[in-house]
């Protein structure tokens, strides 16, 4: 945690200065066996190669609206600090035909048509595998990904207070991010979380919240499809301390 930080790129940039080795995001997919864990210094490099695609390939900047159609994540996660980084407004279930880019999982890609600029698609599949045969009308996220670089510089300064983020229809901008997030956060937490990420909620306790606090999250997706005995087990072997349903 910073004072200075003012939008939630920033906020990864202090978490990767203070302890790149820390769990960050911990991803399980109860529908496939999924668990993947991304470490501060993991997702920041996910992070920097998505924002370079975004900015460099598919030429957003500043002001520019990106319509996410995706399912809490950890590559979603991935996408929302991207957008930030680039200063791109990350508009969570946003229309797509409003849209300078859309980007959309595997269910939603006949709605993401809609969209008259570029369109990324993400097959969701454990170790980010890309589809089986690209969707016509999108470029696939894994196999567009990997190439770009590690490092990355915004061509335009991000302003903390221009839109950054627009979920449930409320739109906010990097700074009231920030500052809900850190009233949300608890510090060191690590919170296991459940919602999805359609709501502010949803967003704050599987990723912003944790961010802001220098904590962690376990982001589950498909927790219904795992019984109660077996959320006690991961709540213990995952060190929950505060838990999201």
């Known amino acids: 945690m910073n004072a200075t930080d003012r939008t939630p790129a920033d906020l990864l940039r202090s978490a990767l200065a203070a302890d790149p080795g820390r769990p960050l995001v911990t991803f399980y997919d109860d529908a496939t066996g999924e668990r993947v864990e991304l470490s501060v210094a993991t997702f920041a490099n996910w992070v920097a190669k998505t924002a370079n695609l975004l900015q460099g390939d598919l030429g957003a900047g500043p002001g520019d609206r990106v319509a ?54 993400l097959a969701l599949r454990p170790l980010g ?87 962690s999250v376990v982001l589950c997706r498909n927790l219904d499809q795992l019984g109660e005995e077996s959320l006690a087990k991961r709540v213990e072997s995952e060190r929950v301390t505060v838990t999201r349903l």
């Not at 335009?156 to 229809?169: K, N, R, T, Y």
Request: hydrophobic share 45%; net charge negative; glycine share 14%.
């Open 68 to 121: 996410l159609l995706l399912p809490a994540h950890w590559q979603t996660a991935v996408w929302l600090l991207a957008c930030s980084s680039v200063g791109a407004v990350a508009d969570v279930g946003g229309d797509p035909a409003a849209a300078d880019v859309v980007v959309s999982g595997p269910d939603s890609l006949d709605a993401a048509r809609a969209c008259r600029g570029e369109r990324v698609a």
């Open 129 to 215: 595998g890309r589809f089986p045969q690209t969707p016509a009308g999108f470029a696939d996220y894994a196999v567009e990904v990997p190439s770009q670089g590690d490092r990355f510089v915004a061509f335009s300064a991000v302003d903390a207070e221009e839109p950054a983020l627009v979920v449930g229809g409320v739109e906010l901008t990097g700074a009231q991010v920030v500052e809900r997030a850190r009233a949300d956060g608890e510090v060191g937490a690590r919170v296991l979380s459940g919602l999805p990420y359609d709501t502010w909620d949803g967003l704050s306790a599987g990723l912003y919240g944790p961010l802001a606090s220098g904590g």
